[in-house]
């Protein structure tokens, strides 16, 4: 009988985290899945899975996950999902420093931290896999979303160097580009724009009113929306493939965007953008 793979997931409270986490568990992964509150520990190990609290904004939190993981595993981990993240909307203009170290440090330090804790385990043990979920957003800008954009910008380039830096290494780096996909992704967003943004002394008050309608919105906000099962579709060829590609796209705006961004001049690019994000508010 073959080895039972193991994999460590981020944050499974809910969304594309939990639906992978319950996919591969029907696969007979030994699925470690992590989440950033108790209360979601707690739940998830109720649900039959070896759950781990792991908060990406915190060092501590990261290493203390990853070390009594290795410890149920004998020191190896075949695969890692970097999945929990959140979006800081708002306009640039109106992101303080703060904020935007916030969405970096889970984003993207936290994450980065971790994916390089795995990479030496995987480095001891020859092989890998290690898939991040990117967005649309690391590959076109959309306005008020410049955080979450850049955050997932930065995703992309850690991902291309670290392909050609594992070349040969028998560790794989997959980015899965999503798209629009059902989840609490908007209901997470919304806390974090009443949190951070001023909108009564913002230039573009107007624009987060018919932002906050989008953000508030029940069911799909966005065409072509697709339900975490599309992701996982992606996720499974990533660790099963012999040969994982660099990039997944998964809904049907991701293609077209992504296709755009190649063909298009930037302006013409930037026309399209801008009429996409008027009617998504
Ligand atoms: N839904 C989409 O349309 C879409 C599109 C493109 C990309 N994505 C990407 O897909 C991934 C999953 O998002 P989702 O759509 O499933 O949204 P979601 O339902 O909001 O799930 C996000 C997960 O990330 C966790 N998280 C947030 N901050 C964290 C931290 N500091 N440490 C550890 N975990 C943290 C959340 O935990 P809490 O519940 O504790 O906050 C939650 O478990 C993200 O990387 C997102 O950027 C989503």
Known sequence: MSKQKSILITGCSTGIGLCCAYELKK????V?????????????????FESYQLDLAESNSIKTALKQILKQTGGTLDALFNNGAYGQPGAVEDLSRHVLTTQFQTNVFGTQELTNDVIAIMRQQGYGRIIYN????????????????????????????LRLELYGSGIYISVIEPGPITSHFRKNAFIQYQHNIDKENSFFKRN???METRLKKKGPAAPFTLPPEAVFKKLQHALESP?????YYVTFPTYLLATLKRILPTRMLDWVLRKVSQEEN
């Not at 076109?140 to 955080?147: D, E, K, S």
């Open 32 to 48: 470690f899945a992590t989440a950033r509150k108790m209360e979601d520990v707690i739940q998830l190990n109720a649900q039959g």
């Open 243 to 247: 040969h994982p590609k660099a990039h």
């Open 208 to 210: 987060y009113e018919g």
């Open 134 to 161: 990117g967005s649309v957003l690391g590959l076109i800008a959309l306005p008020f979303r410049g955080a979450y954009n850049a955050s997932k910008y930065a995703i992309e380039g850690l991902a291309d160097t």
């Open 27 to 30: 696969q007979h992964y030994r």
